[in-house]
């Protein structure tokens, strides 16, 4: 049987990844080989590897690799831990392919060690485009070192075949987090106040904002300017979800329980709240405040608006129902005020995504099941007319 190895970092991938699991796990020619890391294993961000064996999915592997630092200098040597750690484990379960999404530096560790091991990489949601963050070179060199590529729009798969990957091995199957949209049952108004106990109130915010981690301005002066900006709402409820472990991302979840403490009747904050209550949160609240992919993949599906802050989103495929706006507070302001007008919920209306809808991991999990691995480690540059030349030219 067909061992595959899938590895997940962070709650919000594993979420991305959750109908995966199931799909190769139910499958009786295929072996699940789970491997988690990251901030699953840190209490600071939730333990979250036990959701995880809650939900019905043995962990084969857990490589610790998250240092108590996150400055780039101690972020590189979390790196350097994983890669040590990620060697040992692909040593051990020798799967036949392994399955990596996104563009976090985690999985690029994962996706250096299946390389120099020999193993066939698969990667999900490649081909995209994230100009304020390094999420942007590490995705593309994800993309360099896999062998399967599935993206999220037909945009995005010739963004990978421009990056010189065959056609044949790049397949466009829409993003794979709107099969949580289709499939779950999701929390009604008054189920989900229950559930993180606390009022939505006349008007609600989800707020969401992660480091910029290619400015050289500090994330720290623009999560003042958003904290700033909410100020100007004085009547919303306010649900944010806490940053990620980049640089700068502990010193804004501070700042984020200093809000909340400060604004205890309309605010609340959570490290992670799981995919059935944050697609609930999508589904019930007015707006989609900050610089998070799901505000541009996911929040349409609820034809919610979007404020998408900042340059962290930058080159995404973004669909009317998304506000781009600058880091100040009165261009946040602004953009909140637009998404809330009569006249922009007309627009949503009419909106439709433009990533599928939904029923991608199946497809995902046929590619993986029947793809031919022989001779798969062995990639040829594929040129398009874009970058095709002649020697003469050379010369």
């Not at 984020?256 to 490290?271: H, K, L, M, S, T």
Request: net charge negative.
């Amino acid at each position: 049987m067909r061992k595959i190895c899938v590895v997940t970092g962070s709650r919000a991938e594993y979420g991305l990844l959750y109908w995966l699991l199931k799909e190769i796990q139910e499958d009786a020619d295929l072996v699940l080989q789970l491997v988690v890391t990251g901030m699953h294993l840190s209490p600071e961000f939730g333990l979250t590897y036990q959701q995880i064996e809650k939900d019905g999915f043995p962990i084969d592997a857990k490589v610790e690799m998250l240092l108590s630092s996150d400055t780039p200098a101690g972020i590189t040597k979390s790196m350097g831990v994983g890669l040590i750690g990620f060697a040992d484990v692909f040593e051990r379960l020798r799967p036949d392919i392994v399955v990596v999404l996104g563009d976090r530096y985690e999985i690029m560790v994962a996706a250096q060690a299946a390389m120099v091991a020999r193993i066939p990489i698969a990667h999900l949601h490649g081909g995209e485009s994230t100009e304020g963050a390094i999420d942007e070179a590490i995705r593309h060199s994800i993309t360099k070192m896999s062998h399967l590529h599935f993206t999220a729009t037909e945009t995005y798969r010739q963004r990978v075949i421009q990056l010189g990957e065959h056609p044949d091995r790049v397949f466009h199957v829409g993003a794979i987090g709107l099969d949580h949209i289709r499939k779950l049952p999701l929390l009604n108004r008054e189920q989900f106040e229950q559930s993180i106990s606390f009022e939505l109130g006349e008007r609600c915010f989800l707020v969401t904002y992660h480091p910029l981690t290619l400015s050289s301005v500090s994330s720290v002066e623009y999560m003042q300017q958003l904290l700033d900006a909410l100020d100007q709402f004085p009547d919303a409820h306010i649900i944010f979800t806490k940053p990620n472990s980049d640089p700068d991302g502990r010193n804004m979840a501070r700042m984020i329980d200093e809000y909340v403490a400060a604004n205890r009747e309309r605010a609340v904050a959570f490290v992670s709240l799981g995919q059935v209550r944050y697609l609930s949160a999508l589904q019930h609240v007015d707006v989609v405040v900050g610089n998070s992919s799901s505000g541009i993949i996911e929040a349409p599906m609820f034809k919610k608006p979007t404020v998408n802050i900042g340059s962290r989103q930058q080159g995404r495929v973004k669909g009317p129902s998304i506000i781009d706006c600058g880091e100040s507070s009165e261009e946040i302001v602004n953009a909140i005020k637009k998404g809330l007008s009569p006249a922009f919920q007309d627009v949503l209306a009419n909106c439709e995504s433009l990533y599928g809808q939904g029923n991608t991991a199946p497809a995902i999990k046929h590619i993986l099941k029947t793809a031919r691995l022989d001779g798969i480690l062995i990639k040829s540059f594929y040129e398009t007319d874009m970058c095709t030349y002649s020697k003469e030219a050379e010369q």
